[in-house]
């Protein structure tokens, strides 16, 4: 098993530029999770998935948009890119059902110029 | 979910037992107590979680006071491995997902 695996693990983007961060996970896991780190900060949640087909808003979802491909693939899309969405960007999944642990990927770093 | 409290840094020397506090006054009584570490640019990665009893696993013991009001995530010896920052997160689960929300966690400094 892979885990979670996101795809790039670094971009440099200009102000303006749009892009799409792809996250996977080979779990079959119901739920995904995209969270956002500021430097010296902890994780902040900006969207999520409970499930395939749908999507909610997490804590900073500004700027933000999301799809649900299907159970496997979660992707945080970029419309507009601007210095302040420089960041790491960290996809996690976890069995719903459960109250054990989200898995997560090794993360996207991010810099908007 | 409730807040929690942490220390900003603790140092622990290598091999001795690293014991990490984390103060959840306002937790309610169906939220869980879950800890995570995350190693320098790492995804966090989860260590133990409970209700109210404590918990034991490979990694780690999870200590929760009676009242529920704080907990102690005990690592018995401290490898230089261990070097992260901890979080430690109380949430409800809810069917819309087990969300997590992170703090500033505590810093540990394993030193030989």
């Known amino acids: 098993n892979a885990g979670v695996t996101q795809t790039p693990k670094f971009q440099v983007l200009k102000t303006g530029q749009s892009m799409t961060l792809q996250c996977a996970q080979d779990?079959?896991?119901?739920?995904m999770y995209w969270y956002r780190q500021d430097p010296g900060m902890g994780l902040r949640l900006i969207y999520y998935?409970?499930?395939?087909?749908?999507?909610d808003k997490g804590e900073v979802p500004n700027g933000y948009n999301v799809s649900r491909l299907n159970k496997r693939e979660f992707s945080l899309r970029l419309e507009s890119a601007a210095p302040s969405q420089t960041s790491v960007y960290f996809c996690?999944?976890?069995?719903?059902?459960?109250?054990?642990?989200?898995?997560f990927g090794p993360g996207t770093r991010l810099t908007v110029l | 979910d409730a807040k929690t409290t942490q220390p900003t840094s603790m140092d622990c020397a290598e091999g001795r037992a690293a014991n990490l506090p984390c103060n959840h006054s306002?937790?309610?009584?169906?939220?869980?107590v879950y800890w995570y570490r995350q190693i320098h640019s790492q995804g966090p990665q989860y260590i133990i979680h409970?209700?109210?009893n404590n918990e034991t696993n490979e990694m780690a013991s999870l200590i929760i006071t009676e009242d529920r009001k704080s907990s102690t995530l005990i690592l018995p010896h401290a490898t230089l491995r261990d070097t992260a920052v901890y979080y430690c997160?109380?949430?409800?689960?809810?069917?819309?997902?087990?969300?997590?929300?992170f703090g500033g966690g505590t810093r540990l400094m394993v030193k030989p």
């Open positions: 996690a999944s976890v069995e719903a059902s459960s109250y054990n642990e989200q898995f």
């Open positions: 779990m079959n896991h119901n739920s």
């Open positions: 998935s409970a499930s395939e087909g749908t999507t």
């Open positions: 306002t937790i309610s009584g169906n939220e869980y």
């Open positions: 409970g209700l109210k």
């Open positions: 997160i109380v949430r409800v689960y809810n069917n819309a997902g087990n969300m997590l929300t």
